[in-house]
């Protein structure tokens, strides 16, 4: 890539590869994408969705905003260069784990619509899954599980997304979920019933969990 600062680095190929992973695995390494504004729901359906595949013996893991930004992403705050970098490093992290054949649960605002892109551009094809959490901007302000946007609109944080900073919805997300109007149980159902549709989760998987999805559109 030409944007690496270092010159005289050289690729180092392990023996164990992803798909000798993946098959013990029994499913694909995949990242699946939560992206919506604060409060719409990413970190309630990342860790309800996990719950649920984990159930059914998939390996998996979360990725949380408010989480990784207390460590890997401690130096960053929420100016857009920041919110670029911080996207960014998700978007490496999350190729890092699809290596490793983990399914992988992003949370993160991520609002700009070209950084999901690169995030995006990183995975095989079918192995990104952007999901839209949707709810209105009223309704997110109204539920304000952290006090976060009370304390936005008094002026004690600058730069809040959907406030005083933008958020680019995606134009084609592969699931667009409408947390304002549909139950977490029933978003979890439609996300369940997208991966079983589109083969990401082998048959087998799903009934060992003794669970049955109604997988039509
Ligand atoms: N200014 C500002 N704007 C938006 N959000 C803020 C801000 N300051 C702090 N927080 C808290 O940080 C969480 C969002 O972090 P992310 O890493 O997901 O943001 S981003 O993708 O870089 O935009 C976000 O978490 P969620 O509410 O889960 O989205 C907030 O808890
Ligand atoms: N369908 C739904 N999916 C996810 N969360 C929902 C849903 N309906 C209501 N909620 C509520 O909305 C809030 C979302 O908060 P949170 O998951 O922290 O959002 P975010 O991570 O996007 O900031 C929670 O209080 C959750 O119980």
Redesign the pocket.
């Known amino acids: 890539m030409s944007d690496i600062k270092s010159d005289n680095i050289v690729w180092h190929q392990g023996s164990v590869d992803r798909k000798r992973r993946e098959a013990i695995n029994r499913h694909r390494g995949l990242t699946i994408w939560?992206t919506?504004?604060?409060?719409?729901?990413?970190?309630?359906?990342?860790?309800?969705l996990e719950e649920r595949l984990t159930g059914m013996g998939c390996r998996t893991y979360r990725l949380?905003?408010?989480n990784i930004r207390t460590g890997l992403n401690r130096d960053l705050a929420f100016s857009p260069d920041d919110r670029i970098e911080n996207i960014r490093r998700i978007g490496e992290v999350a190729s890092l784990f699809r290596d490793a054949g983990i399914i992988n649960l992003t949370?993160f605002?991520s609002p700009y619509r070209r950084d999901r892109e690169m995030a995006r551009a990183l995975a095989d094809e079918h192995d990104f899954v952007e999901v839209f959490?949707d709810?209105p901007l009223e309704?997110?302000e109204q539920?304000d599980?952290?006090g976060l946007y009370a304390k936005a609109r008094s002026g004690a944080i600058p730069n809040f997304t959907g406030i005083s900073a933008p958020y680019e919805p995606p134009e084609q997300p592969e699931v667009h979920?409408?947390?304002?109007?549909?139950?977490?149980?029933?978003?979890?159902d439609q996300l369940v019933a997208f991966l079983v549709r589109n083969g990401y989760l082998e048959q087998s998987l799903i009934a060992a969990a003794g669970q049955t999805f109604e997988t039509g559109a």
């Not at 979920?177 to 979890?188: K, Y």
């Open positions: 939560f919506g504004l604060s409060g719409s729901g990413k970190s309630t359906l990342s860790v309800a949380d905003g408010d949370a605002i959490v709810a309704l997110c539920r599980p952290k979920l409408d947390t304002g109007t549909n139950s977490l149980s029933v978003c979890v």
